[in-house]
C-alpha cells in the first residue's frame, strides 16, 4: 500500500494552531503587565497577534486526512524551531535584548528548559518579562513531557522504544483518544507540583512572585531566576532544599507520575530500575562531593552536604540554578557535576541530558559483551524494566550515544575557534546539548553565554534544539528520504 506524500497545507494548519495555543501563554506577562503598569504589555500582545492572525488563515482550512508519522515529526519539529522566534519578539521589541540572535538563544534554552542566558543583569529586566521568561520554561517543560510520552516512542529514537513498556500501561497506542487522558492528569500533576512548590517557598520566606517564577522553572527542570545569583540569593536552606526535591520530581518519569496518581501508591517510583539508578547515582554523587569539599577545607561539613545536595540534584536533573558559586570548587567535584549533567534525568520527564535508561542499556550491553569475550558461544539478552531489549533498540542507544557525543565534541571544539578556553568551551557544549544551562568558568554561576559570538549564539541554540528534540528526530526532517513517498 502506498503512502501518501506530506501534505504541506495539513502540518501548516496543525503547526499554526499549536502555536496559537501555545502563544496565549504570552497573554499571562501581558495580564501581569497590564495590571501592575509596567508598561510592557503591547510586547506581549505584538507576537501573539501575529500568531493569531495566522491562526484565523488555518482555522478556515478543511482537512481531511489524520496526521502521518512524518508529518507528526516535521509538525513538532516546525514548532520547536519557530515558537523560540515568537517568543523572542518580547525581548527584542522590549529593547532588553536588541540583538535578535541573543534574544532567539534566550527563547530557545527557555523553551528547551537549558536555562543557559546571555543576560548580565536579570534583576535589571521589567517584572512582566521575567515573568515570560519563567512562562518560557513551563510551556517547553510540559509541551517535550508530552512529546516525550506520546511521539518519541512511536519514533523509536535513540532507543526511545523503551517507553513503549511504560506508556503501554497508560495508552495501548498512539493517537488514540487515551492519550487525552493522559495528557490530562499528566497536565493536573505538572501544575499540582508548581502549586505545591509555591506554597512551600512562600511558607519558606521567598516572594511570591519569586516563588512562582521559581516553581515554573523547578519542575519544568529550567533553571531561569529572576535573582543574579539565583537560589543562592535568599541564603535560605529550607528553600534550598525544597527546591532540589522538586528539581526531582521535575526529572523522575511522569508516566509513574500518572501512575502513582491512578494507583495511589508511591512505590511505583522504586519499582523503575531506571528511577532506582538515578537515586543511586544521586546518592554516591552527593557523598563524594561532601566528603571532598569537607576534606579539601572548602566548607565545614553542614556546608559540604548542603551545598553538594543542591548542586548534585541540579546538575543531575539538568535544572540550571545555582545555590553559590561553585566555579573554583575542587576539579574532582566540577568533574563529578559536568558528569552528571551530560548523563542527565530520567526518561519522560522534564530533564535533559543522554537519559538514565540510555546509560543501563549501555552497562549491560558492555557487561554482556565482556562475558562473550570469556565465553564466545555465549548468547545474552539485555533487558530493562523487566521486557528484553531488541537489537534494533540497541543499535539506535549506541547511535544516539555516539551522536550525542559527536555534537558535543564538534561544538565544543568550534567554540574554541574565536580563543575561549577548553573548559568553558567544553562544558558550554554539554551544556547544552544535555539542556542543563550553567557550564565552567565563563558560563558558569556567575557568568553566562553574552561574550559568544552570534553565530556561536546561534549554533548552541542549534544544540539545544538538538538536545531537546532527541537528535534524531530534528536530523530526520533534513533527510532527502524523509521527503519522499
Not at 535578535?100 to 518579562?129: D, R, W
Not at 509541551?143 to 529514537?157: D, S
Not at 546518592?283 to 562531593?289: K, V
Request: glycine residues 8%.
Amino acid at each position: 500500500m502506498k503512502v501518501r506524500s506530506i501534505d504541506i497545507v495539513l502540518v501548516f494548519k496543525v503547526v499554526v494552531s499549536i502555536l496559537f495555543f501555545m502563544s496565549i501563554s504570552l497573554l499571562i506577562p501581558a495580564t501581569y503587565s497590564f495590571f501592575t503598569k509596567d508598561g510592557q504589555v503591547m510586547d506581549f500582545i505584538y507576537p501573539f497577534l501575529l500568531v493569531a492572525s495566522l491562526y484565523l488563515i488555518a482555522y478556515q482550512i478543511e482537512v481531511k486526512d489524520d496526521l502521518t508519522l512524518k508529518e507528526a515529526i516535521l509538525s513538532i519539529c516546525l514548532i520547536w524551531l519557530i515558537f523560540p522566534a515568537i517568543s523572542a519578539f518580547a525581548y527584542w521589541i522590549n529593547g532588553a535584548i536588541p540583538d535578535f540572535i541573543e534574544a532567539y538563544f534566550e527563547s530557545v534554552s527557555g523553551f528547551t528548559t537549558t536555562g543557559a542566558s546571555i543576560l548580565t543583569n536579570v534583576e535589571g529586566l521589567p517584572k512582566s518579562l521575567l515573568l515570560w521568561r519563567s512562562t518560557t520554561n513551563w510551556v517547553g517543560g510540559l509541551g517535550f513531557v508530552v512529546f516525550a510520552i506520546a511521539l518519541l516512542p512511536a519514533l523509536g529514537t535513540g532507543g526511545m522504544q523503551m517507553m513503549k513498556f511504560e506508556a503501554s500501561k497508560a495508552v495501548e497506542e498512539k493517537f488514540k483518544p487515551k492519550v487525552k487522558e493522559v495528557a490530562r492528569i499528566i497536565f493536573i500533576i505538572y501544575n499540582g507540583l508548581i502549586l505545591a512548590e509555591i506554597l512551600l517557598l512562600v511558607v519558606g520566606g521567598m516572594p511570591l512572585f519569586d516563588a512562582v517564577n521559581h516553581a515554573f522553572c523547578t519542575i519544568a527542570t529550567g533553571g531561569f531566576s529572576v535573582k543574579n545569583n539565583s537560589i543562592g540569593s535568599y541564603n535560605n536552606v529550607f528553600i534550598e532544599m525544597v527546591v532540589a526535591l522538586f528539581m526531582i520530581f521535575g526529572s523522575v518519569n511522569f508516566l509513574n507520575w500518572y501512575h502513582m496518581y491512578k494507583s495511589r501508591n508511591w512505590k511505583v517510583f522504586f519499582k523503575s530500575e531506571e528511577n532506582r539508578l538515578y537515586f543511586i547515582i544521586l546518592g554516591i554523587a552527593i557523598f563524594l562531593c561532601t566528603f571532598i569539599l569537607t576534606v579539601d577545607g572548602v566548607y565545614n561539613p553542614f556546608q559540604a552536604l548542603r551545598y553538594s545536595i543542591f548542586q548534585v540534584i541540579n546538575s543531575a536533573s539538568t535544572t540550571g540554578f545555582s545555590s553559590t558559586d561553585y566555579t573554583y570548587w575542587p576539579s574532582f567535584v566540577l568533574a563529578i557535576l559536568i558528569i552528571l549533567e551530560f548523563l542527565g534525568g530520567v526518561s519522560g520527564s522534564t530533564a535533559g541530558g543522554l537519559k538514565q535508561f540510555r546509560l543501563v542499556a549501555l552497562g549491560k550491553s558492555i557487561y554482556g559483551e565482556m562475558k562473550k569475550t570469556a565465553h564466545p558461544k555465549l548468547v545474552y539478552r539485555i533487558k530493562l524494566e523487566g521486557k528484553t531489549l531488541d537489537f534494533s533498540a540497541l543499535n539506535a542507544i549506541w547511535a544516539f550515544g555516539a551522536a550525542y557525543t559527536f555534537i558535543v565534541v564538534i561544538v565544543g571544539i568550534l567554540l574554541c575557534l574565536t580563543g575561549t578556553d577548553l573548559v568553558t568551551a567544553f562544558s558550554s557544549s554539554i551544556a547544552c546539548a544535555s539542556c542543563s544551562g550553567p557550564g565552567l568558568l565563563k558560563t558558569g554561576p556567575a557568568g553566562n553565554y553574552h561574550f559568544f559570538a552570534d553565530w556561536q549564539k546561534f549554533l548552541l541554540s542549534i544544540e539545544m534544539l538538538l538536545g531537546r528534540l532527541e537528535i534524531f528526530a530534528l536530523f530526520a526532517i533534513f533527510m532527502p528520504s524523509f521527503w519522499r513517498d
